[in-house]
């Protein structure tokens, strides 16, 4: 957060991605079974590359100052403590009382199972209206699932629920994990200095594997993305974001 107050969120980005990739490739070379991050022991490719994404998305969720909060409430509480010491769970429980029950699964998501993303941008274009605006179409796709400790991917929840979408003429489908998932969906421009202007950012609600959005923008755009700026764990963050071009 100091890096994001200091230079950025263009900066923050690179420092996301970076630990993004580090944690994937942290999980593929790992001998030990992967924990979530609650549990974790000694594997800092989880505690501090995963953690950081972690908290950072939470903050941005939930509201730095209402995180730093519980944060100061968790270490006041446990400050000097005789064994039996504090464990994660009792920090957890802190961020649950704190979450909107439309984000309850974040904090699953997030701490108590090991939890992907497979976001992408399929197509996006632009068209100029008569006012001078830009009309910014975007079609997405979402997939969610979780792995065991072993990497065995499921795709269902504790009820056995799951999503499929046909998306070829091969009757290839997409499953994913029911959604009911805030994702951000970004559009980007150029500012007169030529560097990235955001020129609209928002979390989006899915509850589909495949999306469309129709959003207007004051400025020409560049390009578009969902979840632009990394902070879930995507286990392909390069085509999160695309070039956008006009009809």
Not at 73 to 81: E, K, L, M
């Amino acid at each position: 957060m100091v890096l994001q107050h200091t230079y950025g969120k263009g900066k923050m980005r690179i420092f996301l991605k970076d630990a993004l990739d580090k944690y994937l490739q942290g999980r593929t070379m790992d001998r030990q079974k992967e924990q979530p991050l609650m549990y974790v022991e000694n594997q800092p490719h989880i505690y501090y590359q995963k953690g950081s994404l972690i908290f950072y998305a939470l903050a941005d969720y939930l509201g730095e100052d209402v995180l730093n909060q519980v944060l100061s409430a968790y270490v006041d509480s446990v400050a000097f403590q005789e064994p039996p010491y504090t464990v994660s769970e009792e920090l957890v429980s802190m961020i649950r009382l704190v979450t909107p029950d439309s984000l309850a699964y974040l904090v699953d998501d997030m701490f108590a199972h090991i939890t992907l993303y497979n976001n992408r941008i399929n197509e996006a274009s632009y068209r100029k209206l008569e006012n001078g605006s830009y009309e910014v179409i975007i079609s997405t796709r979402t997939t969610k699932y979780r792995t065991g400790e072993k990497g065995k991917r499921s795709y269902t929840n504790e009820s056995g629920d799951s999503l499929s979408v046909l998306v070829d003429d091969s009757n290839n489908p997409l499953t994913s994990l029911p959604l009911a998932d805030y994702i951000d969906i970004g559009v980007f421009g150029k500012d007169d200095e030529g560097q990235e202007q955001e020129l609209y950012l928002k979390k989006h609600r899915m509850s589909e594997i495949l999306n469309s959005f129709s959003i207007i923008v004051d400025s020409k755009p560049i390009e578009v993305g969902i979840d632009p700026y990394n902070k879930l764990i995507d286990t392909n963050s390069e085509d999160n974001r695309k070039k956008i071009s006009p009809q």
